[in-house]
């Protein structure tokens, strides 16, 4: 699609944030299958490897690539004067006749994955906002409601299938290419485009679920209420809990907290710090199902605004919650008056549940490789065994001894942690300056406050990340180096990380 059609536009006016909306490619590509994604990958990889032919550096056609549009800061997911690949086409929903396993595509978005499961009884461990894309949060790592039951959303993809820099179409698995299965749960945009997630899919009925709101006084009982559900010595697995502090011009400070039970119990005990609290301004609890409660969190996000995230992990303290609010309050006033802002500060708890089900699943019995010699000779007439693909079948046979987990390097014996999201959405561009700076500022207060509590927590989520985090860092040196290794494996000319500059690189 060219500038100045309809399609083109429709495409960028869909992007989530004003920021990336406003960026022009020279053209957009929006394949239908993976055959047209190798053809497009194909051909940009080529100009890369003989770019000094077309003149060089500065006749590169740097591209983009597109899943959900959801990540707000400018150039993650689309570009000036190159070409983004928009995959919102390729929106397949595939419930294999086992049940076991559902088939997605990269454009789909969580709500198109859910009221296909809803109706059969079924559910993945997906994203918790409707509008938010597959893609993206998956290899992104990915909080779910589930997590505490399953891991982390990328723990729960069986295969990805992958487009290379090549344009060779490869799975990745505990089976074939399982370096880069490992890379791909957490590694982003850096390996190449996922074309296709399988995703351990599971019975699922209704649950209870919903919103409570509190007045912004009740704070100090809400910090001490937060630290004891995330400390708790057995942790109920079915309970997730978004503690979210919210200001805007119209109402001022307010409270609301996303409680989910995924089993349809009211008011479970573990709650009960919540739900016993007498002075609620408002009560959206209910049985329902997981589309309608994902649809109730993406309209605390909807709307067409300017966005910024930013987020830092620190241990499980109410007193270092009670600090880093007072600190967002105080820099939220150097701020305003600011037009249509939104300011919010949330909580969410990473039990040691969570990331023990991630290592326990790092360190699972996998079946033996029977796939890699298969696709080996079906691709005789056409490849050879190149050294890459030996040192991945070395790795695979490894793998299988000991299991995959995933890139973000989680450590079960850090404890509970608690990750802090600020989300900002505001109207004119003219602010964008002062409110990063600001921002920026308080993060990096923050992130001095709970070194100086002994509180801090080097990870740092990477779909939350602002653009001047390094998430990739803080999944420690080790882990930044496999990814590193994947990365020079499956795209040793660096297409991945020179011509999509999009997205947290791996060499920054």
């Not at 494996?489 to 947290?504: A, H, I, K, L, W």
């Amino acid at each position: 699609m060219s500038p100045q059609t309809e399609a083109y536009t429709n495409s960028r006016d869909s992007y989530w944030s004003q920021q990336e909306a406003q960026l022009s490619p020279s053209c957009i590509v929006r394949p239908r299958n993976t055959q047209e994604v190798a053809t497009a990958v194909w051909l940009l990889g080529t100009m890369s490897r003989y770019r000094w032919y077309l003149g060089g550096g500065q006749s590169q056609c740097k591209f983009a690539i597109r899943g959900g549009g959801h990540t707000p800061f400018s150039g993650s997911a689309n570009i000036n004067d190159g070409v983004t690949i928009d995959l919102s086409r390729m929106k397949e929903v595939l419930v294999r006749s086992d049940r076991m396993i559902t088939e997605v595509g990269p454009g789909t978005k969580w709500l198109d994955v859910y009221m296909k499961l809803d109706e059969m009884g079924l559910a993945v461990s997906g994203g918790r906002v409707s509008d938010v894309g597959v893609a993206g949060l998956t290899t992104g790592g990915g909080v779910s409601f589930f997590a505490p039951r399953y891991g982390l959303v990328c723990d729960n993809v069986e295969n990805f299938e992958v487009v290379l820099a090549s344009g060779e179409i490869v799975n990745a698995n505990a089976r074939e290419n399982s370096d880069l299965w490992f890379a791909l749960k957490g590694g982003s945009n850096n390996f190449g485009v996922v074309t296709r997630f399988d995703l351990k899919t599971f019975e699922q009925g209704p649950f209870w679920g919903g919103f409570i709101g509190y007045p912004i006084e009740a704070r100090h009982q809400q910090f001490q209420a937060f630290e004891q559900f995330n400390s708790a010595a057995k942790h109920d697995p079915y309970a997730t809990l978004i503690n979210n502090y919210a200001y805007n011009h119209q109402e001022g400070w307010m409270i609301t907290n996303s409680f989910e039970y995924t089993r349809p119990e009211p008011y479970p005990e573990v709650f009960r710090p919540f739900t016993d609290y007498t002075g609620s301004t408002f009560n959206s609890m209910r049985i329902s199902n997981l589309s309608d409660f994902a649809i109730e969190l993406n309209g605390q996000n909807s709307g067409y605004a300017r966005r910024l995230f930013a987020t830092l992990t620190i241990r499980n303290s109410a007193s270092l919650l009670e600090e880093i609010h007072d600190l967002s309050n105080a820099t939220l006033q150097t701020i305003l008056p600011c037009e249509d802002i939104t300011w919010a500060l949330t909580y969410q708890a990473v039990p040691v549940s969570i990331s023990a089900t991630s290592a326990a699943i790092a360190m699972g019995d996998v079946v033996p490789n029977n796939n890699f010699n298969e696709r080996q000779e079906n691709n005789n007439t056409t490849t050879t065994l190149s050294k890459r693909d030996s040192s991945a079948q070395e790795n695979n046979e490894e793998t299988e001894r000991k299991g995959s987990g995933n890139a973000l390097g989680l450590n079960p014996h850090d404890g509970p942690l608690i990750i802090v999201l600020l989300s900002v959405f505001w109207r004119s561009h003219e602010d964008d300056s002062r409110l990063e700076e600001a921002i920026k500022t308080m993060f990096d207060q923050a992130h001095d406050l709970a070194i100086k509590r002994g509180m801090s927590n080097d990870w740092v989520y990477l779909n939350y990340a602002a653009p001047w985090q390094d998430p990739i860092k803080g999944y420690g040196e080790a882990n930044r180096e496999k990814l590193r290794e994947v990365s020079r494996r499956y795209d040793p000319r660096g297409v991945f990380q020179e011509m999509c500059p999009g997205g947290f690189k791996l060499w920054r």
